[in-house]
């Protein structure tokens, strides 16, 4: 294949739950059972993801035991807040950036503003938010609900939560701190804006009690996949994680956002699409396909099953039907539509068994994984990335910390030689290593137009 220029060259997140991707990661032999809880693991794998010069340590979240986890009692039950667990582990890192999950439906703007903006001050400017909306009547009952507000609701909720939050990191001025002892002057006060936000969802009057972050904005990441969640990628996401199967299903998001993108006077280049890999590496293709059978033969049944039903909204109820007979129909709901249709997909168009289903999205839950040597493996990536399919990719190692010390022992160095992800980092920001712009505050610009108008 042939290498793009160096000037573009590929992204990488590392998204690594401590109790490992697959449901059943924290059985293998490799992996310490308490990962998930287990700080120093967390600490260890922030710093092989640094050695590996990944762009950023992401990490999902849920607001109710983890997905599938209650009915089959996987690792996924319980772990660390993630903005809590990456501010522990900013101090030991320095370059790597830190994305974390944070809910629209159930934080307050300025409540999440805070913690991000303090997140970005402690990282020095390595801090992410990603943007969920958080499906599942479950977690509507954590949070003074009996069922979760209609999709459409969570998504109109979503784009004013991020306007808002972006318009409390500005309402400090990057030049607002004078401290000048002798004078006793602490900050310029024309630089501290009210942002007196009134709309359908939120009434904020600000300013927020947290400097501008360092990075203007942490770097804002979404990955919704749906029509509803497209428009919010489109309207402001920098990063978007993303679940396909295939190249065409890849390609086909990939063109729809960008255009999207550029419709909303954004300029695409600035919004970096990036799918999820569950990647098995092994020095030959056979000791990948022996590592992906290892795993897989830990899978309990049951965890399994809990598994697709929690990926169909907690409606397909399997119990009675035959492991390896094929998956009954479900009924559409209200939470992760998109993900609903993908594992439905999948179960089609391999026409897998309930079995084989589990066995198939118990590794990602519908992300691509990937098999095979270290060279197969990168050809895949290529392949995506030069055929305007991603700009990165979000990996999910399988198992920790063996799946991760593959990539980065194994397919990084193939990648490097190929011109292909860095050798050293770029800057000190998640934003400059990613190559994103740092955002103007919008009241240092009006306040330079009408100086120059002047």
Do not use: C
Not at 103 to 127: H, I, Q, V, W
Not at 351 to 366: K, S
Not at 375 to 393: H, I, K, N, R, S
Request: hydrophobic share 40%; glycine share 8%; aromatic share 10%.
């Amino acid at each position: 294949m042939t290498s793009p220029s160096k000037s573009r060259q590929i992204k990488l997140g590392a998204f690594l739950p401590g109790g490992g991707q697959h449901v059943a990661a924290w059985r293998h032999p490799e992996s310490p059972a308490d990962g998930a809880t287990n700080f120093e693991f967390h600490r260890k794998l922030a710093l092989t993801a640094e050695r590996g010069l990944f762009d950023a340590y992401f990490l999902a979240d849920n607001l109710t035991v983890g997905l599938g986890a209650r009915e089959g009692g996987n690792a996924k039950i319980a772990g660390f807040e993630p903005v809590t667990l990456f501010a522990a582990l900013a101090p030991f890192t320095t370059h790597i950036g830190f994305i974390a999950t944070a809910s629209t439906t159930y934080e307050e703007p300025y409540t999440l503003a805070r913690k991000f903006a303090s997140l970005d001050l402690l990282s020095n400017g390595r801090a992410g938010w990603n943007v969920v909306t958080s499906a599942g009547d479950d977690t509507a009952r954590n949070f003074n609900r009996d069922v979760q507000p209609n999709h459409a609701e969570r998504y109109a909720r979503a784009h004013e939560h991020v306007e808002t939050v972006k318009a409390l990191w500005d309402s400090w001025e990057d030049d607002a701190f004078i401290r000048d002892k002798k004078t006793g002057r602490f900050y310029d006060k024309d630089r501290l804006h009210d942002i007196n936000h009134k709309g359908e969802h939120f009434s904020v009057k600000g300013p927020l009690n947290v400097p501008r972050p360092v990075q203007g904005h942490p770097v804002v990441v979404q990955a919704g996949q749906s029509e509803d969640g497209r428009g919010l990628a489109a309207a402001s996401a920098e990063v978007i994680f993303t679940a396909h199967q295939n190249l065409a299903s890849a390609r086909e998001f990939y063109r729809d956002i960008k255009a999207r993108v550029a419709a909303a006077g954004r300029d695409p280049a600035q919004v970096l699409i990036m799918p999820g890999v569950a990647p098995f590496v092994g020095r030959t293709e056979e000791e990948a396909r022996a590592k992906y059978r290892q795993l897989n033969d830990l899978i309990l049944p049951e965890d399994g099953v809990a598994l697709l039903n929690a990926l169909a909204g907690q409606t397909l109820d399997l119990r009675d039907y035959p492991l390896d007979g094929p998956l009954p129909p479900s009924k559409e709901t209200e939470g992760m539509k998109s993900r609903q249709a993908l594992i439905r997909q999948i179960a089609d168009e391999h026409n897998f068994t309930i079995r084989q289903l589990y066995q198939w999205v118990a590794t990602a839950r519908g992300h691509y994984t990937v098999i095979g040597s270290a060279t197969q493996v990168a050809d895949q990536l290529e392949e995506w990335f030069t055929t305007e399919a991603a700009d990165g990719f979000n990996i999910l190692p399988p198992w920790l910390p063996g799946a991760l010390d593959d990539f980065v022992d194994l397919v990084i160095p193939e990648l490097q030689r190929r011109g292909l992800f860095r050798t050293a980092y770029e800057g000190r920001t998640l934003r400059e290593n990613l190559g994103l712009r740092r955002p103007r505050n919008p009241w240092t610009v009006a306040r330079s137009t009408v100086l120059a108008a002047e």
